[in-house]
């Protein structure tokens, strides 16, 4: 049939009526989808009769799918479009430029440098001009005055420079980008069935007609309506908002749409609509699809990947919506996400201040030099021929301070995080990370616990089945098949081939003598190996039952854990294959197979011997244990109700159960020594029995022998942490976690519980950064929640995926600790850079200010200021940014959140260089004409030329800049500096480059660079002098930082007490209240409320007020009206099925705000002492649980509300017993 229905489209060439040829039109089509539910149906029962009828009209076979030609299939794309989103432009070259060009230092050199350019053509009469003053006067040569224009044209064309550069960089990240996106995008297949085979096609060439399969976990690439569906169960919130999951089927709602989750369940579709017809991809043209963000919105389905493109489109409600407040969490003090980025422009923005004023007093002080020395020391009335002259020195005073904030402001910073952090993406790819968001890279490197799961990280994944408990016999390895019953061999036969997925299958090895390739869900992989094993072919079976002639099939999912297909035999009998973890199955087993093929009764004693004989012996060997079961319904009890899964369920008769191993990857156990060595804690989260997970943990080294570790099982860590009302409470978390290292038989939800619990937790004194490791669609909560979520490359689902910020391609835990190992380098990189960086701008930033106040002139002029600019800022960072890491990295504890970018060692690195640096330049300055026997260049006119003088401290500064950047490259205070410097082919190429660009400008500048030729042994000079800056930082590194106490750390992240009351306010009108500010608002109720308790004089108060900037603005009225608004509207998203009354001291226990990892859970039943300096949060928490009823303490906070005026006079003795006692005497 299928090649009738083709031969048409072969011989009729594309004609003019394109929509001709298929039965129907793409508007058609695209209204279709438009409907849902029994409109649709009653739709397509009207236009295309059945859904049979639709596929033919799009003339495809539901069975043997389209016939894959490629006259057929680009007829299609014509017609119906293809897959695929048109991309948003890349920027232009050009663009870029005219960014970088909007700096404003730049903007003013600009215009300075115009207005002197302008100043220098200007002539005035020549006999005037000694009458202008000293500092005009005595320019010998004619020519020399005729060069002045040099200054400006050099100023301009550095400026030039500076910006192609920053141009330049800003490019090639983008194109970088592109190109990891499209990475992402050619990895993304779908399977779809051409010509009767089932093949793996990119999503961007399915095409209209196609008969795709889905199944769990994948994310739809497109529109389509169900042909076939097994408890199929759709995730649609991405476009309606609609949490609940949705059932799809034939009779009652087959249409399924692009972008939407399948949460449960197997099936097949027919395409409808692909690209920018499907649903949503009209949704993206609606919203403009190329008004977004960075990142192409290629292929849609990818787009949340980069930059939350698609966010516009999640309604709040849905898991997106929650990454959306996620983000926007993050973003409170600054539109950053990356806790680094936030630490840099701070540190930035303080460094340019500073420039700032160091620039406007040096112009100051030059101008009122100049004036005091011409006007009243020379005593020289004010000329109007001479007007022109003053104007010029007024605007070089200018450009000295321009130049002085040129040197000053780092603009450098941001620049080498981005070089170091794409850097290290492009890199991490090599080692099998594919980075989809930038930042984890970075928080990578903080990380302080991995939960990985088992299967596939730890484990190979690639699973046979070693034992089998079959016919009242205990095999230890796989039986021969002669001495099975064949009755039981024919059952489990039929059994395993018929209640496996159909996309699951065994294909021959790809090289002669290699392993049979696993293709599907690998656990039935092992199953339908271990038939073959048995000299059996299950496909012989497959193509005797196909897929369609499944009665009823209940997929595997987190609840059931068990997986049921039932068949309907001859007789009008029904019978339901089983299959499912042991422990699970073999209590609803209730008769099981014997020797001779019989049943006989299986009693709970039976059950509990064979527990400990067969099971427990398997798992303890890190055997995953499967129950294989089935039961019959008699043809004279009618068709039982397949809804009611208990009835169903139960009474099986078991027939085997097998031991399935799955081995450990050989390069684990040393990846996990490694993250213990670098203070990384390693957690087993897995779904298999607990047996098993603790043999597998052992083998990997997560648990050592002798350690006092706790191993759990979901069920027990449920009830450990949950207090009587079954609320989870933070406190009994962290009696648990800090010595958890297995949870075995966990749900989705446990393992979220588990890494929230872990980030609110405040015991340990640094916040712990959690990753998480995951594969299944159900990880997708817990892989949003935690700091950095991998997920798996080759047996992650999609929406794994696309919760995740790395995707490991080749899903090894090894891959991981290279992660960490780039995530710390990233951090070291650009501490480097900041050390290197610094030391120059004090350096350069005190020489023109000093300089400037005492010879009226900057020692540095403004085209050599640039130059250093250029080699400090953009090469420095591309030099110290691209520094390999080493294992080094991985023998110190993570740095932590808080820790500041500029520790005290690199303090004392940086004043030391300083130091060094300044007595250097400034002898010279001074006493240098004396020391090389030259003329002095102090004091000089105003078109002088260039002096020997200058050249030479010019010269050194560069040269000391340069040994400085090898210096720079150790933070630590590690004494060999040259360690590895030959590992990093750009750091050597920059620095020797600049060299010899600087031997050129120095001999060839000439009067642009205010440079003279100098001669060889002054040049030796100044290199031994910078070559001085190497043996002083053996000086510096000798000192022990510990006697250094007056050294302060910089750059610390920003912290939430600095955000104004005012930013608050404005908070306020934002769409959605984010968590951050909500847990400053619960802090400012539960402060309140403990002022009103505590009996304390009103100078505590004030002392505290003092020292927490933050409260001092309690007392306005409108901060205390925003939090009426707030208790007016509890509107708390709740992820967990918890009953759940949302007082306001409920809320912070599902709160996920990553903002704020200080306050306790407010449930805390008992109270904890709270820390000596309190923090308010801290403090204030604990004082939650003091009235019984949500409604009194409601009252509470309105009471509270009111007595503010009155302050501490009003309110109830505290007993001693009770948290605000406690809190009182730490007070």
């Given at each position: 049939?299928?090649?009738?229905?083709?031969?048409?489209?072969?011989?009729?060439?594309?004609?003019?009526?394109?929509?001709?040829?298929?039965?129907?039109?793409?508007?058609?089509?695209?209204?279709?989808?438009?409907?849902?539910?029994?409109?649709?149906?009653?739709?397509?029962?009207?236009?295309?009769?059945?859904?049979?009828?639709?596929?033919?009209?799009?003339?495809?076979?539901?069975?043997?799918?389209?016939?894959?030609?490629?006259?057929?299939?680009?007829?299609?794309?014509?017609?119906?479009?293809?897959?695929?989103?048109?991309?948003?432009?890349?920027?232009?070259?050009?663009?870029?430029?005219?960014?970088?060009?909007?700096?404003?230092?730049?903007?003013?050199?600009?215009?300075?440098?115009?207005?002197?350019?302008?100043?220098?053509?200007?002539?005035?009469?020549?006999?005037?001009?000694?009458?202008?003053?000293?500092?005009?006067?005595?320019?010998?040569?004619?020519?020399?005055?005729?060069?002045?224009?040099?200054?400006?044209?050099?100023?301009?064309?550095?400026?030039?420079?500076?910006?192609?550069?920053?141009?330049?960089?800003?490019?090639?990240?983008?194109?970088?980008?592109?190109?990891?996106?499209?990475?992402?995008?050619?990895?993304?297949?779908?399977?779809?069935?051409?010509?009767?085979?089932?093949?793996?096609?990119?999503?961007?060439?399915?095409?209209?007609?196609?008969?795709?399969?889905?199944?769990?976990?994948?994310?739809?690439?497109?529109?389509?309506?169900?042909?076939?569906?097994?408890?199929?169960?759709?995730?649609?919130?991405?476009?309606?908002?609609?949490?609940?999951?949705?059932?799809?089927?034939?009779?009652?709602?087959?249409?399924?749409?692009?972008?939407?989750?399948?949460?449960?369940?197997?099936?097949?579709?027919?395409?409808?609509?692909?690209?920018?017809?499907?649903?949503?991809?009209?949704?993206?043209?609606?919203?403009?699809?190329?008004?977004?963000?960075?990142?192409?919105?290629?292929?849609?389905?990818?787009?949340?990947?980069?930059?939350?493109?698609?966010?516009?489109?999640?309604?709040?409600?849905?898991?997106?919506?929650?990454?959306?407040?996620?983000?926007?969490?993050?973003?409170?003090?600054?539109?950053?996400?990356?806790?680094?980025?936030?630490?840099?422009?701070?540190?930035?923005?303080?460094?340019?201040?500073?420039?700032?004023?160091?620039?406007?007093?040096?112009?100051?002080?030059?101008?009122?030099?100049?004036?005091?020395?011409?006007?009243?020391?020379?005593?020289?009335?004010?000329?109007?021929?001479?007007?022109?002259?003053?104007?010029?020195?007024?605007?070089?005073?200018?450009?000295?301070?321009?130049?002085?904030?040129?040197?000053?402001?780092?603009?450098?910073?941001?620049?080498?995080?981005?070089?170091?952090?794409?850097?290290?993406v492009k890199k991490m790819m090599k080692d099998n990370n594919l980075v989809r968001h930038l930042d984890a890279c970075e928080?990578?490197?903080?990380?302080?616990?991995?939960?990985?799961?088992?299967?596939?990280?730890?484990?190979?994944?690639?699973?046979?089945?070693?034992?089998?408990?079959?016919?009242?016999?205990?095999?230890?390895?796989?039986?021969?098949?002669?001495?099975?019953?064949?009755?039981?061999?024919?059952?489990?036969?039929?059994?395993?081939?018929?209640?496996?997925?159909?996309?699951?299958?065994?294909?021959?090895?790809?090289?002669?003598?290699?392993?049979?390739?696993?293709?599907?869900?690998?656990?039935?992989?092992?199953?339908?190996?271990?038939?073959?094993?048995?000299?059996?072919?299950?496909?012989?079976?497959?193509?005797?039952?196909?897929?369609?002639?499944?009665?009823?099939?209940?997929?595997?999912?987190?609840?059931?854990?068990?997986?049921?297909?039932?068949?309907?035999m001859a007789d009008g009998s029904y019978r339901m294959f089983s299959k499912g973890a042991s422990e699970i199955l073999l209590?609803?087993?209730?008769?099981?197979?014997?020797?001779?093929?019989?049943?006989?009764?299986?009693?709970?004693?039976?059950?509990?011997?064979?527990?400990?004989?067969?099971?427990?012996?398997?798992?303890?060997?890190?055997?995953?244990?499967?129950?294989?079961?089935?039961?019959?319904?008699?043809?004279?009890?009618?068709?039982?109700?397949?809804?009611?899964?208990?009835?169903?369920?139960?009474?099986?008769?078991?027939?085997?159960?097998?031991?399935?191993?799955?081995?450990?990857?050989?390069?684990?156990?040393?990846?996990?020594?490694?993250?213990?060595?670098?203070?990384?804690?390693?957690?087993?989260?897995?779904?298999?029995?607990?047996?098993?997970?603790?043999?597998?943990?052992?083998?990997?080294?997560?648990?050592?022998?002798?350690?006092?570790?706790?191993?759990?099982?979901?069920?027990?860590?449920?009830?450990?942490?949950?207090?009587?009302?079954?609320?989870?409470?933070?406190?009994?978390?962290?009696?648990?976690?800090?010595?958890?290292?297995?949870?075995?038989?966990?749900?989705?939800?446990?393992?979220?519980?588990?890494?929230?619990?872990?980030?609110?937790?405040?015991?340990?004194?640094?916040?712990?950064?959690?990753?998480?490791?995951?594969?299944?669609?159900?990880?997708?909560?817990?892989?949003?929640?935690?700091?950095?979520?991998?997920?798996?490359?080759?047996?992650?689902?999609?929406?794994?995926?696309?919760?995740?910020?790395?995707?490991?391609?080749?899903?090894?835990?090894?891959?991981?600790?290279?992660?960490?190992?780039?995530?710390?380098?990233?951090?070291?990189?650009?501490?480097?850079?900041?050390?290197?960086?610094?030391?120059?701008?004090?350096?350069?930033?005190?020489?023109?200010?000093?300089?400037?106040?005492?010879?009226?002139?900057?020692?540095?002029?403004?085209?050599?200021?640039?130059?250093?600019?250029?080699?400090?800022?953009?090469?420095?960072?591309?030099?110290?940014?691209?520094?390999?890491?080493?294992?080094?990295?991985?023998?110190?504890?993570?740095?932590?959140?808080?820790?500041?970018?500029?520790?005290?060692?690199?303090?004392?690195?940086?004043?030391?260089?300083?130091?060094?640096?300044?007595?250097?330049?400034?002898?010279?300055?001074?006493?240098?004409?004396?020391?090389?026997?030259?003329?002095?260049?102090?004091?000089?006119?105003?078109?002088?030329?260039?002096?020997?003088?200058?050249?030479?401290?010019?010269?050194?500064?560069?040269?000391?800049?340069?040994?400085?950047?090898?210096?720079?490259?150790?933070?630590?205070?590690?004494?060999?500096v040259f360690d590895g410097i030959f590992n990093n082919l750009i750091f050597c190429s920059i620095v020797f480059g600049t060299?010899?660009?600087?031997?050129?400008?120095?001999?060839?500048?000439?009067?642009?660079?205010?440079?003279?030729?100098?001669?060889?042994?002054?040049?030796?000079?100044?290199?031994?002098?910078?070559?001085?800056?190497?043996?002083?930082?053996?000086?510096?590194?000798?000192?022990?930082?510990?006697?250094?106490?007056?050294?302060?750390?910089?750059?610390?992240?920003?912290?939430?007490?600095?955000?104004?009351?005012?930013?608050?306010?404005?908070?306020?009108?934002?769409?959605?209240?984010?968590?951050?500010?909500?847990?400053?608002?619960?802090?400012?109720?539960?402060?309140?409320?403990?002022?009103?308790?505590?009996?304390?004089?009103?100078?505590?108060?004030?002392?505290?007020?003092?020292?927490?900037?933050?409260?001092?603005?309690?007392?306005?009225?409108?901060?205390?009206?925003?939090?009426?608004?707030?208790?007016?509207?509890?509107?708390?998203?709740?992820?967990?099925?918890?009953?759940?009354?949302?007082?306001?001291?409920?809320?912070?226990?599902?709160?996920?705000?990553?903002?704020?990892?200080?306050?306790?859970?407010?449930?805390?039943?008992?109270?904890?002492?709270?820390?000596?300096?309190?923090?308010?949060?801290?403090?204030?928490?604990?004082?939650?649980?003091?009235?019984?009823?949500?409604?009194?303490?409601?009252?509470?906070?309105?009471?509270?509300?009111?007595?503010?005026?009155?302050?501490?006079?009003?309110?109830?003795?505290?007993?001693?017993?009770?948290?605000?006692?406690?809190?009182?005497?730490?007070?």
């Amino acid at each position: 049939m299928a090649n009738n229905s083709y031969s048409g489209v072969k011989n009729s060439m594309v004609e003019a009526n394109h929509d001709g040829e298929f039965g129907c039109t793409l508007k058609e089509l695209r209204s279709l989808m438009e409907l849902r539910g029994a409109e649709a149906l009653s739709k397509i029962g009207e236009s295309y009769g059945d859904i049979q009828g639709l596929c033919n009209r799009l003339k495809s076979s539901p069975v043997d799918g389209l016939s894959g030609q490629p006259t057929d299939i680009e007829k299609r794309k014509t017609v119906f479009g293809q897959n695929f989103i048109p991309p948003k432009k890349p920027k232009t070259f050009l663009q870029l430029v005219w960014e970088a060009l909007q700096d404003v230092t730049l903007i003013i050199l600009e215009v300075a440098a115009i207005v002197s350019l302008g100043l220098s053509f200007y002539k005035p009469p020549d006999a005037k001009r000694e009458n202008c003053g000293r500092a005009a006067g005595g320019v010998e040569d004619e020519n020399e005055a005729e060069a002045g224009w040099i200054e400006g044209a050099a100023i301009l064309l550095s400026v030039i420079c500076v910006v192609l550069v920053t141009a330049f960089n800003d490019w090639s990240k983008e194109k970088q980008f592109r190109g990891l996106q499209s990475r992402i995008e050619q990895e993304q297949k779908f399977t779809v069935v051409r010509g009767g085979q089932v093949i793996q096609i990119p999503v961007a060439e399915i095409v209209v007609g196609d008969i795709a399969q889905i199944k769990y976990g994948d994310l739809l690439p497109a529109d389509g309506v169900l042909i076939q569906g097994n408890d199929l169960k759709i995730d649609e919130s991405s476009l309606t908002g609609e949490s609940d999951h949705v059932k799809k089927t034939q009779e009652k709602d087959p249409m399924l749409l692009s972008g939407t989750h399948v949460m449960e369940g197997s099936g097949k579709m027919v395409v409808t609509a692909v690209g920018v017809n499907s649903q949503t991809g009209i949704i993206f043209t609606l919203l403009g699809g190329d008004k977004k963000q960075d990142g192409s919105v290629e292929n849609r389905k990818k787009a949340k990947a980069q930059d939350g493109a698609a966010m516009e489109m999640q309604p709040l409600n849905s898991d997106e919506g929650a990454d959306a407040e996620e983000k926007k969490k993050a973003n409170l003090p600054k539109k950053e996400k990356s806790v680094l980025q936030g630490k840099l422009t701070k540190l930035a923005v303080q460094i340019g201040k500073a420039g700032l004023v160091m620039s406007a007093i040096t112009v100051i002080i030059l101008v009122v030099l100049f004036v005091v020395d011409t006007f009243w020391i020379q005593n020289l009335p004010w000329d109007k021929d001479c007007t022109p002259i003053y104007i010029q020195f007024f605007v070089k005073f200018f450009i000295i301070g321009v130049t002085v904030l040129v040197v000053a402001v780092p603009e450098g910073l941001p620049l080498a995080v981005t070089i170091s952090l794409a850097y290290s993406v492009k890199k991490m790819m090599k080692d099998n990370n594919l980075v989809r968001h930038l930042d984890a890279c970075e928080t990578m490197g903080n990380a302080t616990a991995i939960c990985s799961d088992k299967t596939g990280t730890l484990t190979m994944n690639r699973m046979t089945v070693v034992q089998a408990y079959l016919a009242e016999k205990h095999y230890k390895k796989v039986p021969e098949p002669e001495s099975i019953p064949p009755s039981i061999l024919d059952i489990l036969i039929l059994g395993i081939a018929v209640n496996c997925a159909y996309t699951t299958k065994i294909m021959p090895p790809e090289k002669e003598g290699g392993l049979p390739r696993q293709v599907g869900n690998k656990t039935e992989c092992a199953l339908l190996g271990f038939s073959s094993d048995l000299k059996r072919d299950y496909q012989a079976i497959r193509n005797e039952i196909p897929e369609e002639k499944l009665y009823k099939v209940y997929t595997f999912n987190s609840v059931r854990k068990s997986m049921s297909t039932v068949l309907k035999m001859a007789d009008g009998s029904y019978r339901m294959f089983s299959k499912g973890a042991s422990e699970i199955l073999l209590k609803k087993c209730y008769k099981i197979l014997t020797a001779n093929g019989e049943s006989k009764v299986f009693r709970p004693r039976d059950r509990d011997d064979m527990v400990k004989k067969v099971i427990e012996p398997m798992a303890s060997e890190g055997l995953r244990t499967i129950c294989l079961a089935y039961r019959d319904f008699p043809a004279s009890e009618g068709e039982p109700d397949w809804d009611n899964e208990n009835d169903i369920l139960t009474g099986l008769t078991c027939i085997c159960v097998v031991g399935i191993e799955d081995p450990v990857r050989p390069e684990v156990p040393d990846a996990i020594r490694k993250c213990q060595r670098a203070g990384i804690t390693v957690r087993m989260v897995t779904g298999d029995n607990i047996n098993t997970a603790r043999a597998i943990a052992t083998k990997c080294g997560i648990l050592q022998p002798g350690d006092d570790f706790l191993c759990l099982e979901g069920k027990e860590f449920n009830r450990r942490i949950r207090n009587e009302k079954g609320e989870i409470e933070q406190e009994r978390i962290d009696k648990i976690w800090p010595k958890l290292r297995v949870l075995a038989r966990s749900s989705p939800t446990d393992k979220h519980t588990l890494v929230k619990g872990i980030i609110d937790s405040t015991v340990a004194e640094q916040r712990q950064v959690v990753a998480v490791t995951g594969d299944g669609t159900n990880d997708g909560p817990a892989l949003k929640k935690a700091d950095v979520g991998f997920a798996m490359g080759i047996a992650g689902t999609d929406v794994a995926k696309e919760a995740s910020d790395i995707i490991l391609t080749d899903d090894n835990f090894s891959s991981i600790v290279k992660a960490v190992m780039w995530g710390r380098n990233v951090y070291d990189s650009i501490s480097k850079f900041l050390q290197f960086q610094l030391t120059v701008n004090v350096v350069a930033v005190i020489v023109a200010f000093t300089g400037a106040c005492i010879t009226q002139d900057s020692p540095l002029k403004a085209v050599q200021m640039l130059w250093v600019n250029l080699i400090m800022d953009t090469f420095a960072s591309l030099a110290l940014a691209t520094e390999p890491p080493t294992e080094a990295l991985l023998l110190r504890k993570p740095y932590g959140r808080n820790k500041p970018l500029i520790s005290r060692t690199m303090m004392k690195n940086i004043l030391g260089q300083g130091v060094y640096q300044l007595v250097i330049i400034f002898s010279l300055l001074f006493a240098g004409e004396k020391v090389f026997d030259i003329d002095s260049g102090r004091n000089a006119p105003l078109h002088a030329p260039p002096s020997e003088h200058y050249t030479i401290v010019f010269n050194t500064f560069v040269m000391m800049q340069l040994f400085n950047e090898i210096n720079a490259r150790k933070i630590h205070g590690e004494r060999n500096v040259f360690d590895g410097i030959f590992n990093n082919l750009i750091f050597c190429s920059i620095v020797f480059g600049t060299f010899i660009v600087q031997i050129v400008i120095v001999q060839f500048g000439g009067k642009p660079f205010s440079c003279v030729a100098l001669s060889i042994d002054q040049w030796l000079w100044c290199t031994f002098l910078g070559f001085g800056s190497l043996l002083w930082g053996q000086v510096i590194s000798s000192i022990p930082t510990s006697r250094l106490k007056f050294l302060k750390t910089a750059g610390h992240g920003t912290q939430k007490e600095e955000i104004p009351d005012e930013e608050l306010e404005e908070l306020e009108d934002m769409d959605e209240i984010d968590h951050a500010e909500r847990e400053l608002r619960r802090g400012q109720i539960l402060w309140f409320r403990g002022l009103n308790r505590i009996q304390t004089q009103i100078r505590v108060v004030n002392a505290f007020r003092s020292s927490i900037s933050l409260y001092e603005g309690l007392e306005k009225p409108e901060s205390r009206t925003s939090i009426h608004n707030f208790m007016t509207h509890p509107e708390f998203r709740i992820e967990d099925s918890e009953p759940h009354i949302p007082l306001i001291d409920d809320t912070d226990a599902e709160d996920d705000a990553p903002t704020k990892r200080n306050s306790a859970s407010p449930r805390n039943a008992t109270p904890t002492p709270p820390s000596p300096t309190p923090s308010p949060v801290t403090t204030a928490a604990p004082t939650t649980p003091v009235s019984p009823s949500p409604n009194q303490n409601n009252n509470a906070v309105e009471s509270s509300n009111h007595l503010l005026p009155e302050g501490p006079k009003s309110g109830t003795p505290s007993a001693p017993g009770s948290p605000l006692h406690s809190l009182e005497t730490s007070l």
